[in-house]
Structures are given as structure tokens and as C-alpha cells.
């Protein structure tokens, strides 16, 4: 069992900022270890008298286990108390009613839990948003709930690897929860007006001149910035784009659909796009090699990209780690590759690092957060890319972290003259912005 001499100097250097700070914002890479860092911190917090009874938010499969497992392993932290919310809601209460330090909780449970202490005390002092990039965006119920009972927080700590992926206007409503908008404004539409100008329909929004820089400086005071690369002996990461030649046929089929918003696929269908926003999905489907109708289901129009990743899975001699969009994608991968397994399916991961899975496939969604998987293999393929930075960041941090032994290599499978090309090109500008703003971090810290 480990001790906190465990700890490297920059894990107790961010605990030590968590307690001294009382609210703020780590932005941590993955691999770091921001859960023990939180915890090394909220054990001192406890025994300080600083903090009583604490809720930390995250995504449900890290709710669930992540955090009560990691106390188990280190000699200062076992013997915090971690109950999980899960289960129905009479269960749930059941477990808010027993004694404990700590209680996890999925962001998709707020609205329940803000509602049960409506006409109550809200009980928890300190409230820990574990990838707070999940409320980043102020029109959702879970941002809104937490709005509401804010001022019965004394501390708000927010721990994300990605706390701005696609655009600094995500800040907004994680800093809002930690200061409750003394930095940057007290309301979005403010905010917004301040540091970005529009078109006359207030659609497309550009930051201002110097914006980005009077933004990091308003944060600087509350946010540390901590990257893989300065404090851990990462191996190397390459990056490999892999140009697919879509068939005469096809590439005239999307040149009718991008064009048409309509092609014809047989005698019997239609595919059709209502709007812009439909259209681009179509356009990501056919690239792929499927499409799908009206009525849910797909029609495979090429194997371009499959051919492409059996070329990749023969090169690499297995193990290789695939991330896909559509469910049409996966079903034609495991149809191509029988040995294939989803993440989903019970025991996938552990096997995978095990070495006993040759092909492990997943949704962005479902291996962006809380999966170790670099114990299995060191080649990942990026079936679609994402548009979300924080996806596709995520899903690189699954292999490329502390414990890899191996070159990381990276495929993105992009479709010549295509969509493929305008997200690839999305995704570098969003990590500019990203980068930016974590230098500034950890240039204040």
C-alpha cells in the first residue's frame, strides 16, 4: 500500500494549492493523478476542520468506482469513508442518510439530489466537479441545479484536463460555480458581449482583440495548470494521418448529397437532409461507408475505411485500439474482425490490459473518461474524428499516460477532399485555443 511519501512533489504541490485556495481550477492532464491529488487535499481538509462533508460530481462510471477504489490504495487515505449515489432514487436516500466523508455522484443525478434538499439544509460544504468540462455549458439543468444552491458552498473545486477543448466561452459557467461570476461576469450573455462580437443575427461569435489574454488574466489568481509532458517521462506520441481515396461513385454521391441535400441510393431509397446541421451527419455517415434512411436504418455504401484499418490491424500485429461514431461502424468492424470486442461488454477492459483482447472498440463517449487502458496496447485508429476537442483529447489520454511503456501511435482515418478534412482542421484550432489558455495556467501558477 502506498504512503503519501508516494506522491511526487507536484502531486503534493496541487493538493497543497486545492487546500490553500479553497475554490479553483487544476487543469490537470490525464495521468497525473488528480484523484489522489483531491483526496491528499480533503484529507487534510477533514482533519483541518476546513471541510465536513463533501460531494464530488463526476461522469458515472468514475462516480461509481473510480474514487472509492483509490482510497483503498494509499495508507493516508483509507480510512475516508466513499459512499456512491447510485441506484433508484429510494436507495440513493437510503445512502445520503449513512455517515460518510465523501459521497459520489453522477452530474446526470443534480437535478434529484438539488431537488431532495429544496426544503432542506444543503449539506455539503465542499463540492468537487471531477471533469467539470461536464458543466460547461450554462443552459443545462445540471449547470442550472448547481446555480441553485452555490451559495450554500463555502469551496468549488473544478478538475478537468480540458476545461476550455473547443472554445474559451466554456470557462464561463465552470468559473461562475467557483466565484460565482467575480471573474467573469455574473451572467453568460454578459460575458459573452465583453470579450466576443457577432454577426448582426448573433449567430457566429469571434473573440475580440487581446480577448483571450484579459480572459486568462481574470482566472489566473484561482488556476493551475499542470501538463504530462513537464512532469512525468511520457513515451513518445506520433501522430499518423491516413488519406482514404473514396470511389468515383461515392465521392460523386456526396458531391450530389453536400450539393442536393438528396441522393438516391437504390430504386427503392432516399436519403435526405432537412437542414444543414443533418446534413453534415449524413455527409460523416457516408464517409464511413454507411448512411442511414429516414427510418433508422443503414445502408453500406463503401468499405474504403475498413480496408484501410485491416491494412493497420495487419501492420501492427494486433492489439489496436479503435474508436468509433456510428453504430453502423461498429457492427461492420466486428462483422470484418471477429476477434473485435467493445469496451461495453463485461470484463472487456480488464482483459484488454491483460493482453488477451487483440482489437478493442468504443464510442468517444463511452472511453473518453476514467478508463486506464495503456496496459493493453500502444496503437490506437480514430475510425471518425471527433469534432469535440475534449473527445479526441480524452481518447488519446487512454493509451498515451503514465504507465505506457511504448511509442504511442495515432491513426486518424480521413476521407480525401471530404468532411474528414474541415473537422481535422477544427480540431487543430480548438487545440490551439486550449493550449493557449493552459500555458497561461501554469505560467500564473
Excluded at 243 to 251: F, G, R
Aim: charged share 25%; hydrophobic share 40%; net charge positive.
Amino acid at each position: 500500500m502506498l504512503d503519501q511519501t508516494n506522491l511526487h512533489p507536484y502531486q503534493q504541490k496541487a493538493a497543497d494549492y486545492i487546500i490553500d485556495k479553497g475554490s479553483a481550477m487544476l487543469a490537470l492532464d490525464c495521468g497525473l493523478g488528480k484523484t489522489i491529488i483531491t483526496l491528499t487535499a480533503l484529507e487534510m481538509m477533514c482533519a483541518l476542520g476546513i471541510s465536513r462533508k463533501i460531494l464530488i460530481l463526476g461522469p458515472p462510471r468514475v462516480a461509481a468506482h473510480v474514487w472509492s477504489d483509490e482510497v483503498k490504495k494509499w495508507k493516508h487515505t483509507k480510512h475516508i469513508k466513499v459512499t456512491p449515489l447510485v441506484g433508484l432514487p429510494s436507495k440513493r436516500s437510503q445512502l445520503l442518510e449513512q455517515k460518510s466523508d465523501i459521497y459520489t455522484m453522477s452530474y446526470d443525478l443534480l437535478p434529484w439530489l438539488v431537488e431532495l434538499f429544496g426544503k432542506k439544509s444543503w449539506p455539503f460544504d465542499t463540492v468537487i466537479l471531477d471533469e467539470s468540462s461536464m458543466v460547461k455549458n450554462h443552459s443545462t439543468r445540471r449547470f442550472k441545479s448547481l446555480r441553485k444552491v452555490r451559495g450554500k458552498i463555502d469551496r468549488v473545486i473544478c478538475l478537468s484536463g480540458t476545461p476550455a477543448a473547443n472554445t474559451l466561452m466554456s470557462l464561463w459557467s465552470q468559473f461562475w460555480l467557483i466565484d460565482q461570476g467575480e471573474r467573469l461576469g455574473k451572467t453568460f450573455t454578459g460575458f459573452r458581449d465583453r470579450y466576443y462580437t457577432s454577426d448582426h443575427r448573433r449567430w457566429n461569435w469571434k473573440l475580440r482583440p487581446e480577448a483571450d489574454t484579459q480572459i486568462h488574466k481574470a482566472i489566473e489568481d484561482l488556476s493551475i495548470s499542470m501538463s504530462a509532458e513537464d512532469y512525468l517521462q511520457l513515451p513518445d506520441l506520433i501522430v499518423n494521418r491516413i488519406t482514404i481515396y473514396l470511389p468515383t461513385k461515392v465521392k460523386n454521391q456526396y458531391r450530389e448529397l453536400e450539393r442536393e441535400f438528396l441522393i438516391s441510393i437504390s430504386r427503392e431509397t432516399d436519403i435526405t437532409a432537412i437542414n444543414s446541421a443533418v446534413l453534415s451527419n449524413k455527409l460523416r455517415q457516408l464517409v464511413n461507408g454507411c448512411v442511414y434512411d429516414e427510418n433508422g436504418k443503414w445502408h453500406e455504401i463503401h468499405p474504403a475505411k475498413i480496408d484501410a484499418l485491416e491494412e493497420i490491424i495487419e501492420q501492427s500485429g494486433g492489439s489496436v485500439l479503435i474508436f468509433y461514431e456510428y453504430r453502423s461502424d461498429a457492427v461492420r468492424i466486428k462483422q470484418r474482425f471477429k476477434e473485435a470486442v467493445d469496451v461495453k461488454e463485461t470484463g472487456a477492459i480488464e482483459r484488454w490490459n491483460r493482453g488477451e483482447i487483440p482489437i478493442l472498440i468504443g464510442h468517444f463517449a463511452s472511453m473518453s473518461h476514467g478508463l486506464n487502458l495503456q496496459h493493453g496496447g500502444h496503437t490506437m485508429v480514430f475510425f471518425t474524428l471527433p469534432w469535440s476537442n475534449e473527445l479526441y483529447l480524452q481518447a488519446i489520454g487512454r493509451l498515451h499516460r503514465q504507465g505506457q511503456s511504448k511509442t504511442v501511435i495515432c491513426h486518424h482515418l480521413i476521407a480525401d477532399g471530404t468532411i474528414d478534412e474541415k473537422v481535422s482542421i477544427a480540431l487543430q484550432n480548438r487545440q490551439t485555443v486550449q493550449q493557449a489558455l493552459l500555458e497561461s495556467m501554469k505560467e500564473a501558477a
